[in-house]
């Protein structure tokens, strides 16, 4: 009754005997596997000091041997990205797990009858199964611009959350968070946090170029891949392979869409790296795009994609694995938002009468800012965070009303324990909250999923130094307010504790966001095909329910004209009615 298949991305033992399914010595338990296990050797290295014998130079033998020993309790000693699934022939059980971070994804449908699991929605959909709209996660996508887990755009298809496993035996499955970070007591500062940033993100680096095949690092221009750059030369004593994106446009536009394109150049010839690079144009958007959303299975609106997509191309002709910058933001406080909450928070400790005075009001309404107070006086995080999360306010215009139903934030954005858990945690100061839950909703499901399915597109495996369970632990363990000094001066412990490994033309750079030239080709070599795809004939007219098409041509009309900035709006319409038709119209 049941059925298991892999197809594997070769990184660690290259030859046959690393092939999947694999199963174990007495031929009950049978294991599919995908991501890395980077303590892999001190695992394997503990399990033959106890007397157990390995046919492989796998990591994927290692988690066999360990489930076997330990069963469930085997993941508290994982350090790596994964999704895995064991089955169980004795107990006809199965089990699956992802990794703490949520960097690989798994996702599971389940009518009380059949089960089916894949490491992408389209797996699932090869199987005979009603394709149907979830509307709560279509309200998510056009507020957050993509769909905060468990839910994913389609009913009954829900992704295995960040650090959880899943029993299912007798047609009954039952979810387990296995780790989480229980400790925020700020118990390091100063020169003593430095000196154990700069040895824990190390240590996670030299974890993490452990491959079989050559190893190189996306270079964004900013602190945090510069960071791994340094580190990874360091740890390596090799010639790194470096590559970078940048935008092809009028020589006007150039330095203001491609500052972090050329700063990866300058910080390439700092370090002496082969690096490679390219520019795109607006024509390998239109050319991508319905392939970037196949790829991308759930609904994700980011016009960075295409770009993510081309890059990984061009990495996977020179190398099989790929190191990120990913979660530095999150950990450390880079977003200029983190110092806002931290000027909330300060606020709301002022006395009740201040905050709250009749006068202060009336300003507020007459400014038209009368949401703003009611939210920084708010004392429920999810209202500020989502105050924050959401974009352009532009929805009840295109949006059908019956589709446009948000019923209040906390129910909306978190629905599930593990976060409701973070916001009522009192002694997390507000920013070091906010961080938290980014990680659980935006860094996950939108940062994340991004990376992987543009990396995996091109059997490109990409790994996230930052994303390590003791630096994780440690950031937490650091305030706030070591972190962000001004709205101008995120991560400032993290800047300090790696200064010898970032140049100088990094050190002094402004946080600046990576944007692509998007608003502008819409105007432009996107225009048409932004039209073709805002029309009610693109899908049939199956689309109508839930999109006002003369509003969403009226907001592009308007865009394109310079009347209003909609960028996020008609590129998410756009994602939306690609997806439809990508997955919805057999």
């Avoid at 076997?68 to 006809?92: M, N, P």
Wanted: glycine share 6%.
């Amino acid at each position: 009754g049941i059925s298991l298949g892999q197809n594997r991305l070769s990184i660690i033992d290259l030859s046959s005997a690393g092939h999947q399914p694999m199963i174990s010595d007495d031929g009950n338990l049978i294991l599919v596997y995908n991501g890395e296990l980077y303590n892999y050797p001190e695992l394997k290295e503990e399990l033959i000091a106890m007397g157990v014998m390995f046919k492989t130079k796998t990591d994927t033998e290692v988690i066999l041997k360990l489930f076997e020993l330990l069963g469930a309790k085997c993941l508290e000693k994982f350090d790596g990205i994964f999704a895995l699934a064991i089955w169980d022939k004795r107990k006809q059980e199965l089990f699956l797990a992802r990794d703490q971070f949520g960097v690989k994804p798994l996702f599971y449908y389940f009518d009380d009858e059949r089960f089916i699991f894949s490491s992408e929605i389209k797996g699932i959909l090869e199987h005979d199964i009603i394709r149907e709209i979830n509307e709560n996660a279509l309200n998510t996508f056009f507020r957050l611009l993509y769909v905060n887990g468990p839910e994913t755009i389609l009913k009954n298809i829900y992704k295995l959350e960040p650090a959880c496993s899943l029993l299912l035996k007798d047609k009954k499955l039952n979810i387990n968070r296995y780790w989480q970070i229980n400790n925020f007591q700020n118990k390091y500062s100063g020169s003593e946090a430095e000196e154990k940033i700069q040895s824990v993100l190390k240590n996670s680096v030299r974890k993490q170029m452990i491959a079989d095949v050559p190893v190189g690092i996306f270079l964004s221009g900013g602190l945090d891949s510069t960071i791994v750059l340094g580190l990874a030369q360091e740890v390596s004593g090799q010639k790194l392979k470096t590559f970078s994106v940048g935008f092809d446009v009028d020589e006007q536009f150039f330095p203001r869409f491609n500052e972090d394109y050329l700063l990866a150049k300058k910080t390439s010839e700092f370090y002496g790296t082969e690096h490679h690079d390219i520019l795109i144009k607006d024509s390998d958007v239109r050319d991508n795009f319905e392939r970037v959303v196949w790829h991308m299975d759930d609904l994700v609106y980011s016009p960075t994609q295409v770009a993510n997509f081309i890059l990984a191309d061009i990495a996977s002709q020179e190398v099989k694995v790929v190191l990120g910058g990913d979660g530095g933001d999150e950990l450390f406080g880079g977003y200029k938002r983190y110092y806002y909450y931290n000027l909330i928070e300060r606020w709301q400790k002022l006395p009740a009468f201040l905050r709250e005075n009749k006068i202060l009001k009336f300003g507020a309404e007459k400014l038209g800012k009368a949401e703003i107070l009611e939210r920084v006086n708010s004392t429920r995080p999810d209202l500020l965070w989502s105050f924050m999360a959401q974009k352009e306010n532009m929805l009840a215009r295109v949006l059908n009303p019956e589709f446009n139903n948000l019923k209040g934030a906390k129910s909306f954005f978190f629905a599930n324990e593990h976060l409701q858990s973070l916001l009522n945690t009192k002694e997390i100061d507000l920013a070091k909250q906010m961080m938290m839950i980014d990680m659980y909703t935006w860094m996950v499901d939108f940062s994340l999923t991004r990376s992987d399915k543009m990396s995996m597109a091109h059997s490109l495996e990409q790994r996230v130094p930052f994303l390590d369970k003791d630096l994780t632990e440690l950031a937490m363990n650091i305030s706030s307010q070591e972190k962000i000094k001004s709205s101008e001066q995120g991560k400032a412990i993290l800047k300090s504790a790696m200064r010898s490994y970032v140049p100088e033309h990094i050190y002094v750079k402004k946080k600046t966001g990576w944007f692509t030239p998007a608003a502008k080709w819409l105007r432009t070599g996107l225009k048409d095909f932004a039209y073709e795809v805002l029309s009610e004939s693109y899908n049939n007219g199956k689309t109508d329910k839930y999109i006002n098409f003369k509003e969403a041509r009226l907001i592009l009309d308007n865009h394109i004209s310079g009347k209003e900035y909609a960028l996020n709006t008609a590129w998410s319409i756009i994602t939306f009615q690609v997806w439809y038709k990508t997955f919805m119209i057999k």
